[in-house]
């Protein structure tokens, strides 16, 4: 081979080992800022600890993570800083109103004495006209909270809430002009806080939004199964008394948030799941969901009793009041159709009363 051939070939193979190198190191270093995303991701999707061995119990590596959140939370105090900083820049000046100096005093000697002022007349004070309430719906029995003008509803959940949350929430604002606070998302609940913590969530909320009276709870698909407990540290059981004993925690800290500001809870239970292990769980949740709202006086409703289940049967479909089966389950046998979506918002409206409201719309 000649040696000019040769030469091009050593730099070529040159070139790709330098590429290949770059391409590796950019992997391990966004690997190493990215860890604690992955982790979560890995957790939520499968489940147990994704940490790798040996290495992930590095300080080193560690330190990777560390930064990345650091990086993010002086993001996140630069944003919040530069809005206020906007705020104040656009709220108007406030000028300063010089007032005259005060007039002289000037005596006045009158001749006689002036004539007594006329008694002002009396103006006849209206009485207040009586205002019929507006009528309530049929099921006032079924009520169990209120709202009045200018209250807002906070939509919290995963996914079930998310396909019922437009809904409610469409309703509410046609009907009586109440506006709704929709942070459902999907693949969220409260057994992967690092993941999407809902009850610091509730908390923020409901602390910047003073106007929210109700909160309605639809959540619990994503929660059957073992929990991490901290970096480091084995997963708890599901269904085993520390996992019990943490979700509880869990939910009492947004009933709990709730309590503080006044907030009314309707917490709706999900129904019975088309496979009968998840199924069961949910069975599971819904008794802790009933007893904790139940421990802080607030309100539960199970979605079985809206789709007509009984005990532990599931169906797709739901015979209607013509007698026609209507279906309310979508194919996964988990989530709905618009109509078990329309079912589940109506059970909730129902629950709510709206004194010296006048319906608008249907």
């Keep these: 081979m000649p040696v000019s051939d040769s030469g091009v070939l050593f730099g070529t193979q040159k070139s790709a080992a330098k590429t290949l190198y770059a391409l590796l190191v950019t ?33 080193a590596w560690r330190l990777g993570g560390n930064l990345s959140e650091a990086l993010g939370d002086a993001r996140t105090a ?43 007349a009396k103006v006849p004070v209206a009485k207040p006209l009586k205002v019929a309430a ?72 409901l602390k910047s939004k003073p106007n929210i009276r109700l909160m309605v709870v639809f959540l619990g698909p994503n929660d059957p199964w073992d929990m991490p407990q901290g970096k480091g540290k084995p997963f708890l059981r599901f269904k085993s008394p520390e996992w019990e004993a943490l979700y509880r925690q869990r939910i009492d800290a947004m009933l709990e948030s709730a309590r503080e500001h006044g907030v009314q809870v309707i917490w709706v239970g999900p129904p019975n799941m088309e496979k009968p292990r998840l199924s069961t769980a949910m069975a599971y949740l819904s008794d802790l969901y009933q007893r904790e709202t139940q421990l802080y006086g607030q309100h539960y409703v199970s979605a079985n009793t809206v789709l007509g289940y009984k005990a532990d049967e599931f169906a797709y479909t739901l015979q209607d009041s013509q007698g026609k089966r209507v279906k309310t389950r979508g194919d996964d046998g988990i989530h709905f159709t618009i109509t078990g979506q329309k079912l589940i918002a109506g059970q909730v409206l129902s629950l709510i009363a709206f004194p010296g409201l006048t319906v608008t719309g249907h």
């Excluded at 206020?84 to 820049?89: D, H, I, K, T």
């Design 27 to 59: 992997t391990v270093l966004l690997f190493w800022l990215n860890q604690n995303s992955i982790s979560l991701y890995c957790q939520q999707k499968y489940h147990e600890s994704c940490e790798l061995p040996l290495i992930g119990q590095s300080a």
């Design 78 to 120: 630069f944003a919040d800083s530069l809005s206020r900083r906007v705020q104040l820049a656009q709220a108007p000046e406030i000028v300063p109103v010089v007032l005259p100096p005060p007039m002289p005093v000037v005596s006045v000697h009158l001749e006689a004495p002036l004539a007594p002022a006329p008694a002002p």
């Design 134 to 205: 507006a009528p309530l719906p049929a099921q006032a029995s079924q009520q169990v909270v209120s709202l009045a003008a200018g209250d807002e509803v906070f939509l919290v959940g995963d996914s079930l809430m998310q396909g019922v949350a437009p809904h409610l929430a469409n309703s509410l604002r046609k009907r009586y002009q109440i506006n709704s606070v929709n942070l459902s998302r999907q693949s969220t609940g409260l057994a992967y806080p690092g993941f999407f913590n809902w009850p610091q969530t509730v908390a923020s909320t």
